[in-house]
Every structure is written in C-alpha cells, then in structure tokens.
C-alpha cells in the first residue's frame, strides 16, 4: 500500500512543476486524496458493502470535490490536478499513466445497466472541463482538448478537440505533405495558405488542409496523365490553371463590402 502511495507523490512531481516537496502534495492535492479513498472503497464495493462503499466515496467527494464511483477502475499513477468537479462514473476504466484536469467528466449516455462510461488506455490526457461519454474507448497516448466532448472512439495518439471532438492531429499517420508544399499547392489555386499547417489546433483550418492535401494529390495524378498522354502524342496541359479571385466567391452587391473589410485588416500603405 505504501508502495503505491510514493509512487502516486512521485507522479504528482512528474506532472505538476508547482509541487516543491513530499509534505506539501501529501497535505494539498485533494486528487491524490480522492485516489487514496476511491482505493478502500472500490475494495469494499468487490466485497459486496456496496453502501458503504458508496458512502466512503461520499466523503471523499465532500473533502476533495471530486466523484469517483467505487466500481470504477483505476491504474498505477493516475494524477487528477486540481480536481474541483471531476466526475468518473461506475463502469469507467482508467489505465496506467493518465492525467485529468479540473472539471472532466467520464459519464455515460445510457441508462442501461452494463458498460456505459469510457475507458482511457496508458498515458491520456484529458484538458480541463472535457466530457468523455459513453462506452467508447480512448487509445494509448491520445490527448483530449479543454471543454471537448467526445462520443466515439479516439485513435491512439490522436489529438482531439471541439465539440463534437473533431481529430487534429494524429502520429504515425501516412505522410502527408509538408507545409511548403501546402503553401505551393495553395498559392497556385489563389487562395490564403493560412492555417494549413499539420499542428494547427482550429478544426476548420484543419480541414482546409486536408482539403489541399487532396488538391495536391489530384494535381500530381493530373500532371502524371498528362505527361504520358503527350508522349503518346496527344497534346494537353499546355495552359495554366487559372487562379481564383474575390470576385468568383462573391456577388456584386456585397463585393465593396467584402473589400473594405479586407482593407481594414490590410491597410494598403
């Protein structure tokens, strides 16, 4: 038991740079308390003294602010910082390694008895205020967004954001081009090649570069066709592709406004 308990002061050191010595996290982190109590009441909820269990558990969210349910489980280093209104709900599953914010909430969508509340694989991090709901699983090493709310599975090493929680970034993915290309590839069709970087957290920048990822994709199969049907002796591609302005995207009665407002962000001096 003493074991365990160093080993959760230690993550406490790994996690929180605020944290200067033993006493002060054995004597201020009301997560490592919550943990400590939801450890003797999910021993008694499996032995059957469900009230007790459940007012232990109780107790514990009066002391810290925090509600775990005894029939969750929990795994080796698990680290809620700062805790205030976390909530984990009864059939939740918590691997090693993960590390929740304030005001996260691991609950369900059904009333139906059995598996109904997430489990998070080793190493998750779940951002402040974020809802995990449901019986959906997130994979090792995924990291969920401040005040997200995710409903469906989440990849192992995704990030996710948004709500609904949207994926903006994911390791070992297929290669996708870099963010020169992307500029290239964006500056030839007329458009701003803002935002298009692989690591940008907007869920609507990242779909822009998806969506000239596959602009690119295209282009390349499109020169390819053509450079084989000219040495086939066919003569095609030989003009360029012409780029898109304001006008294309706008009607008259609004273009004057549309370009003021543009002017007013950039000044032409």
């Not at 969210?61 to 976390?86: C, N, Q, S, Y």
């Not at 199969?221 to 304001?246: F, H, R, W, Y």
Request: with cysteine.
């Amino acid at each position: 038991m003493f074991s365990r308990m160093k080993e959760d002061v230690q993550s406490v050191f790994h996690r929180d740079p605020a944290a200067r010595n033993t006493f002060e996290v054995l004597t201020n982190y009301p997560g490592l308390h919550a943990i400590w109590f939801h450890r003797l009441s999910h021993k008694i909820w499996k032995a059957n003294w469900k009230w007790l269990a459940r007012s232990i558990s109780t107790f514990s969210r009066w002391l810290t602010g925090i509600e775990i349910h005894p029939g969750a489980k929990l795994g080796r280093r698990f680290f809620i910082d700062h805790g205030m209104g976390v909530v984990i709900g009864e059939t939740a599953e918590i691997g090693n390694d993960v590390t929740l914010y304030h005001g996260v909430t691991l609950g369900g969508t059904s009333w139906t008895a059995g598996k109904r509340h997430p489990t998070l694989e080793d190493n998750v991090v779940v951002g402040a205020g974020a809802k995990v709901l449901g019986p959906i699983t997130v994979h090792k090493g995924a990291k969920v967004g401040s005040n997200s709310v995710v409903v469906r599975d989440v990849p192992e090493n995704a990030t996710i954001i948004g709500i609904p929680g949207r994926i903006v970034a994911q390791q070992n993915k297929p290669a996708a081009p870099t963010d020169g290309e992307r500029e290239k590839i964006a500056k030839k069709y007329g458009f701003d090649a803002y935002a298009v970087a692989t690591d940008n957290p907007d869920p609507i920048a990242h779909a822009i570069s998806v969506m000239v990822d596959h602009v690119h994709l295209v282009d390349k199969k499109v020169e390819e066709m053509c450079q084989a049907i000219n040495k086939m002796g066919g003569d095609v591609c030989g003009k360029s592709i012409p780029t898109l302005d304001l006008e294309d995207f706008s009607d008259s009665e609004h273009l004057e406004d549309i370009k003021k407002v543009s002017d007013a962000f950039d000044p032409k001096i």
